[in-house]
């Protein structure tokens, strides 16, 4: 099992750019490129840090907490937990910001969910022809 990479250091409030808004189904790159079609609405805003990269060469993932956020909107709302994940055999971690500290429910939600997407991603992967390692790791220590 890959052990995923340090993550580089983190601004204690970055500046998410929201690619999929909360409830679509749509996950897009941070140039636009449609990166997964989803068949459950993702659950919350999941964007990118621009400037910040994952092992994975695209930029540092994050969730933003709260209500649903347009598509292209830049927010900066502060760090409050870091969850691993690998994809495709590389490190591919998770920034969740929020405005407040995660509540059990929400720690829960986020682990029910990435772990869900993970099962989606392996499904993904094995049409494209591609069997690598792709799972939620758990919790990484937030910086």
């Known amino acids: 099992m890959p052990v995923p990479p340090a993550l580089p250091p983190l601004p204690r409030e970055p500046e998410v750019l929201i690619e999929c808004p909360r409830f679509s189904f749509v996950k897009r790159r941070a140039d636009g490129a449609v990166d997964f ?4 609405p993702c659950p919350y805003n999941y964007g990118s840090i621009p400037g910040l990269m994952s092992d994975d060469g695209d930029p540092l993932d994050a969730v933003v907490m709260g209500p649903r956020l347009p598509r292209g909107q830049r927010v900066r709302v502060p760090v409050v937990a870091v969850l691993g994940f690998i994809d495709e055999g590389r490190g591919d971690p998770k920034v969740v910001c929020s405005a407040t500290p995660l509540s059990a429910s929400e720690r829960a939600g986020l682990e029910r ?31």
């Open 113 to 143: 969910f990435f772990s869900v997407y993970a099962f989606f991603k392996r499904g993904l992967h094995r049409v494209r022809g591609n069997v690598p390692e792709t799972h939620f790791t758990g919790w990484l220590p937030t910086p």
């Open 37 to 40: 079609v989803s068949p459950l």
